[in-house]
């Protein structure tokens, strides 16, 4: 894990300090949160907890921005921490660094280092290192160099390095939300160490999260229209997916870029590979995504059953491809005013001639539900929602129905809108 990144919590009241080890640090590939005191490192600490592979403590520091350094920060900080820590039954390992001048210093630090640190030296290495002791080491730093050791060791830095094509995209300053990574972070948490989390709950709807956070992104960057989100800032799940993966939207009358000419829509203009369409659709039906997904911050349940984690996780793994592959095409189509103009906007209907009597033919028609070798579900020449699960082999009648504006309108020039599936 050479290029693993090491996240670490630095609470100092001195940013001199803090800057005179960020070379050192770099070097190692670890990443130096500084917080100038407690009240600052309790933001950083929920914000990062699940990736913080340490934290680093001076002895004798500042509680929040108004109070004065005092003697007893050691103790009052490790109260708070073992409850936060306690709560979310996860450990960061925790050390102090500190010039060792204080008043009582041995006193105080020896209060500080319970039992329970002294138990877990076998697994974090040592507790206490003195300013002096680092400086004397030269190039070396046992410090870091513990960290890293330590780090590398963590479940958490292990799934980040697993996943670093994907994860590189997530966070905040990435292309998608640092609420994806957190949960994407904790489900496969929860897949490679189930005994680290216990309780965790297997649900759909984090995913969905995820989904709608990379559609979000997607239109930062132009790739997809605002025509795919309401007034309220809902983001239409359904024609989102078929616009970025070069398909013609149900609803909304734009496609990316050009159509062409084999069946199997290999050489469709696209943001996201033709060939995982059928991939992703598997996983919108497996969530019971709605069309339009209400705001991101509702958090409705919907809980699988246990026996189906394993294809949670396996969609959890699919949805990571498609991260990283999104994240990928972003890279190099940087330009958001020449991404808006691949937008295209599609033909509806067909000659008005013919148009009365054909959509009067199949309102009301019933037929059998199939499915072709492509995937597409139709009655007979009406194509079918892909939202949602549809029997096939069952009788079925058309109750409304409108033009088809997919590719697949050749043949099936008519959308079936609603249908009532007979007993």
């Known amino acids: 894990m050479e290029d693993a990144i090491y996240k670490v919590l630095w609470v100092d009241d001195d940013p001199n300090i803090v800057e005179g080890y960020r070379l050192a640090a770099g070097k190692r590939n670890i990443i130096l949160l500084h917080a100038l005191h407690w009240a600052d490192a309790q933001v950083i600490l929920e914000r990062e907890f699940d990736e913080l592979t340490a934290i680093i403590l001076d002895a004798n520091c500042k509680w929040d921005a108004k109070s004065s350094i005092y003697g007893e920060f050691l103790r009052d900080v490790l109260s708070q921490l073992n409850k936060r820590q306690g709560r979310a039954d996860k450990y960061i390992p925790w050390y102090i660094l500190s010039a060792g001048t204080m008043e009582k210093f041995d006193e105080v630090v020896g209060h500080a280092i319970d039992r329970e640190r002294k138990e877990m030296e076998p697994e974090w290495g040592q507790t206490l290192y003195l300013k002096d002791q680092i400086k004397s080491a030269g190039k070396n730093n046992p410090l870091f160099d513990n960290i890293r050791k330590v780090g590398a060791r963590r479940s958490n830095n292990i799934i980040l390095y697993r996943h670093r094509s994907a994860f590189r995209y997530l966070g905040d300053g990435s292309y998608f939300s640092a609420e994806a990574r957190h949960i994407m972070l904790k489900v496969l948490s929860a897949m490679y160490y189930p005994e680290e989390n216990l309780g965790y709950t297997y649900a759909g709807n984090p995913i969905r999260k995820v989904i709608e956070y990379m559609f979000r992104g997607a239109n930062k960057w132009g790739l997809l229209p605002n025509d795919f989100f309401d007034d309220l800032g809902n983001v239409n799940i359904w024609d989102s997916m078929q616009y970025l993966f070069g398909q013609n939207p149900n609803n909304i009358p734009i496609r990316f870029g050009n159509v062409g000419t084999k069946k199997d829509y290999s050489d469709y203009d696209s943001v996201l590979p033709v060939s995982c369409l059928n991939l992703f659709k598997g996983i919108l039906n497996f969530l019971n995504v709605d069309s339009h997904t209400k705001p991101v911050e509702d958090n409705e349940p919907y809980t699988i059953n246990v026996p189906a984690k394993d294809l949670f996780f396996g969609y959890a793994m699919q949805i990571l491809y498609l991260i990283s592959y999104l994240g990928n095409y972003i890279d190099s189509h940087q330009d ?72 697949s309108k050749d043949l099936y020039p008519l959308f079936a809108v609603y249908i009532d599936v007979l007993p």
Request: charged letters at 25%; proline letters at 1%.
């Open 336 to 407: 958001v005013k020449a991404n808006l103009t691949k937008a295209t906007k599609l033909e509806t209907g067909v000659k008005e001639a013919r148009a009365d009597d054909l959509l009067a033919k199949y309102k009301n028609f019933t037929g059998t539900i199939c499915q072709d070798s492509l995937g597409n579900y139709h009655i007979d020449k009406c194509l079918l929602s892909y939202n949602g699960y549809h029997p096939v082999g069952k009788q079925a009648t058309i109750t409304k129905v409108d033009w088809n504006t997919k590719q």
